[in-house]
């Protein structure tokens, strides 16, 4: 079993800087958990104090039901892939992928075997005697992989594997690694900035900032039900659009726009109103609103608009073939029941 408990985890280092706040969260056995955020949020600092590489200032960090605080890297029965891919580059890819299990005195026919099988499933049979420097950015990041797999361990620590990757190669190693999650069955923790990447591959995500859980939860629940205005900002591309409003009633104003809210559970005069782009329509039906075309941005057959509404921004997606003929003053109606509001003091959502 390798699940795994963190449960009041600080990190404080030793010049007094806290880089993870109280981090609590349990990790199921074969889930594909993701820690994103933006650069110095402490993803790297968690995930090595679960690797054994960094100590726990404070807190309790579990694998299965072993307490592991003290428990050296070696024999937590972890691996872990560096951004860097850390191969050593006077050995070749198969000896590369057969040191770990020379260190542990596995018998050469028995590692012979497990290279070979790595090898298939990552394809790398063809590079098996090349040097790292005889490799692409993509094929070392496979032999790093391989390494990791080979030992077959409970839990795969992975560290920003892909940012060295150019995009196409990028795209393409992220299925790679959800189909290898899949086959090994095992428990990975992965890391990394790029929201999208965390949306397409986790279970289940957790956004930090700041060395603090914003919300660990599915990725559809972190687009529909964002707890906070950072999460709300943070996932979903483009970034939510944010309003500053007034409540009266179920109405919510500012400047020259109104929309009604379906039901308001909210105390709060003000609040800040958060719209994704995809709820954002320029049509005459139901029009409510009118709004100046800012700028048209054409992505393929998406084009994002940017539209001044009552002195605020908006953004818009649309067709591209729509888009091309947008400008002036248009009518905007917003999709009320996919709204969302937050406290404007705190950034909770709130309603
Ligand atoms: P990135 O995406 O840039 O790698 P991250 O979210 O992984 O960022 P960490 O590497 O965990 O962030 O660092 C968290 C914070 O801790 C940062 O502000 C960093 O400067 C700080 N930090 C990291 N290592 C040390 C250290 N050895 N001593 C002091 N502060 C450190």
Known sequence: MASLELSGINKTYDNGFVAVRDFNLAIQDKEFV????????GKSTT???????????????????????????????????????????HMTVYDNIAF????????????????????????????LERKPKALSGGQK??????????????????????????????????????????????TFIYVTHDQTEAMTLGDRIVVMKDGVIMQADTPENL?????????????????????DVEIQGNTLKWGDCEIVAPILNVNARVAVLGVRCEDVHITNNMNQNYATVEAVEMHGADSFVTLNCGQQMLLARMDSSRAKNISGQVPVYIDINKIHLFDKENGKAIG
Do not use: W
Request: aromatic residues 8%.
């Open 100 to 127: 770990g299990l020379h260190l542990r005195k596995v018998p050469k026919a028995e590692i012979r075997k497990k290279v070979f099988e790595v090898s298939r499933i990552l394809e790398l049979e063809e590079l």
């Open 47 to 89: 995930l090595r104090m679960i690797a054994g590489l960094e100590s726990i200032s404070a807190g309790e960090l579990y694998i299965g039901d072993e307490k592991m605080n003290d428990v050296p890297s070696a024999d937590r029965d972890i691996a872990m892939v560096f951004q860097s891919y850390a191969l050593y580059p």
């Open 34 to 41: 993701v820690f994103v955020g933006p650069s110095g949020c």
């Open 141 to 186: 990041q496979r032999v790093a992989m391989g390494r990791a797999i080979v030992r077959e361990p409970k839990v795969f620590l992975m560290d920003e594997p892909l940012s060295n990757l150019d995009a196409k190669l990028r795209v393409q190693m992220r299925a790679e690694i959800a189909k290898l999650h899949k086959r090994l069955q095992a």
């Open 223 to 243: 687009y529909n039900s964002p707890a906070n205005m950072f999460v709300a900002g943070f996932i979903g591309t483009p970034a939510m659009s944010f309003i």
